[in-house]
């Protein structure tokens, strides 16, 4: 157990909808991850927040947003679904800003997404 | 941006040993390498932060070489429980896993 906790663990929806992946990192970490894992994408880098601050971007799409709480903890919200933003989501969590050097992450179990 | 790993697929027989390649195009300050069994979540093994470190974790190793801009895993002596993919990762905020590697060990 990572200490990383994610909810929902499953999610199916319908295109065009609207949904909100939830996240809590580890006790005391304050940064961030969110990830996407699709069978013919690997892990992509969504983005990461540190404090609540947004700190860098990655291949997120416009149609997906996130934010960090005062209380540590994310959502990713995913707008206007389509067939292809099936996936898993993973958000991840460190302690510190990564900086050049990058830090340890630590994987919560995940929340799989089903657009039908 | 994602680093290219090699070989994508690999299966060995418990006790014979790997290496997993890990190169980027863009320069590296340090490498990261996870392993996520199926259906599960990564899970950290290593980070190297220095050009020409070597790093050990039981006997799951690895190497980096910032003027290549490679890393390389070292498994010797599997067992069944190495099974799973392996990625390597780079990056700071910004972070970019590999293309990732299969490894299956069988009895």
């Known amino acids: 157990d990572s200490g990383v906790t994610q909810t929902p663990k499953h999610l199916i929806t319908a295109t065009g909808q609207r949904v909100t992946l939830r996240c809590s990192p580890r006790?005391?970490?304050?940064?961030v991850y969110w990830y996407q894992q699709s069978l013919d994408q690997g892990l992509q880098f969504l983005i990461q927040y540190y404090n609540g601050e947004e700190r860098a971007k990655g291949n997120i799409l416009e149609r997906f947003s996130a934010q960090q709480f005062p209380d540590l903890h994310s959502e990713l919200n995913l707008s206007s679904l389509e067939l292809g933003d099936s996936a898993l989501y993973f958000c991840?969590?460190?302690?510190?800003?990564?900086?050049?050097?990058?830090?340890?992450?630590?994987f919560g179990p995940g929340t799989r997404l089903t657009v039908l | 941006q994602q680093p290219v790993q090699s070989p994508q697929a690999v299966i060995l027989r418990e006790g014979e040993d790997a290496v997993i390649n890990c190169s980027s195009s863009?320069?590296?300050?340090?490498v990261h390498w996870y392993r996520q069994k199926h259906g599960e979540a990564p899970v950290f093994l290593m980070i190297l932060l220095k050009g020409g470190e070597q790093k050990g974790h039981d006997k799951i190793s690895a190497s980096f070489n910032e003027k290549k801009q490679q890393s390389s895993l070292y498994l010797t002596a599997s067992q069944l429980s190495y099974s799973g993919t392996y990625f390597c990762?780079?990056?700071?905020?910004?972070?970019?896993f590999g293309t990732g590697t299969s490894l299956t060990v069988i009895p």
């Open positions: 006790s005391g970490d304050l940064s």
């Open positions: 863009k320069a590296l300050y340090s």
């Open positions: 991840a969590s460190s302690f510190r800003l990564a900086g050049d050097l990058g830090n340890e992450q630590f």
């Open positions: 990762g780079t990056g700071g905020n910004q972070f970019y």
